[in-house]
């Protein structure tokens, strides 16, 4: 089955700073990759998320970039915000009807 | 507020006894997916319905069972419980049950078993 390996496990950036949060991903059949911010008490909430037939996509402070040879796809925030500190999930979907998530970045954006 | 309704916020019970989760999905969604989430596991997949019918099935305990109504609603039963289930339980939903475009999740119920 899918696995998606997800790094780092924290990041603690200065405001203003960019943050990077890379992914790998095993099946190549993997077609969509989204990525979820979960603040403290509440559930995962999509930010972005990129389909297999294109290579970046961007919105406003957040952009996402896919490598399909390489297997990986990478989030990443311009400017951070003190706002932006929360857990970020990827995921990875090939059609087998459910979700595979990596197991979260803790980022920290300091002052 | 994500329309994915979870009932309730917060749960404590003791070893061996039975729970159920409650979670309405997004008004016209289809597919209901529930999710583990330990505090260090990240989100472990359990178990997906369609339209009332199990479509898929992840890591889901033989204590732990799920079903969805005619209305929609699904619920999460967990028995016999034990002090390793004490975790957040997510419910999902998406329009339909074969793409996870849509996928939106509610806010969780907080499982403590003591």
């Known amino acids: 089955g899918e696995n998606v390996e997800q790094h780092p496990s924290t990041l603690s950036v200065q405001e203003g700073d960019s943050a990077v949060i890379k992914c790998t991903y095993s099946?190549?059949?993997?077609?969509?990759f989204p990525w979820y911010k979960q603040e403290l008490g509440k559930g995962p909430q999509l930010i972005i998320d990129i389909r297999s037939n294109v290579g970046e996509k961007k919105d406003q402070r957040i952009a996402v970039t896919l490598n399909k040879t390489a297997k990986h796809f990478s989030l990443h925030i311009t400017e951070t915000q003190p706002e932006d500190s929360a857990v970020y999930f990827c995921?990875?979907?090939?059609?087998?009807?459910?979700?595979?998530f990596g197991q979260g970045t803790r980022l920290t954006i300091n002052p | 507020d994500s329309g994915v309704t979870q009932t309730p916020k917060h749960l404590i019970t003791a070893t061996g006894q039975r729970v159920t989760l409650r979670c309405s999905p997004r008004?016209?969604?289809?597919?209901v997916y529930w999710y583990q989430q330990s505090l260090d596991q990240g989100l472990q997949f359990l178990i997906q319905y369609y339209n009332g019918e199990e479509r898929a099935k992840g890591n889901i305990l033989e204590r732990f069972s799920a079903q969805q109504f005619p209305d929609l609603h699904s619920e999460l039963n967990l028995s016999s419980l034990e002090l390793g289930d004490s975790a957040l339980y997510f419910c999902?939903?998406?329009?339909?049950?074969?793409?996870?475009?849509?996928?939106?999740f509610g806010s969780g119920t907080r499982l403590t078993v003591v």
């Open positions: 099946d190549s059949a993997s077609n969509y």
């Open positions: 008004s016209g969604d289809l597919s």
């Open positions: 995921a990875a979907f090939k059609g087998a009807q459910k979700l595979v």
């Open positions: 999902a939903s998406s329009p339909e049950g074969r793409t996870p475009y849509g996928y939106t």
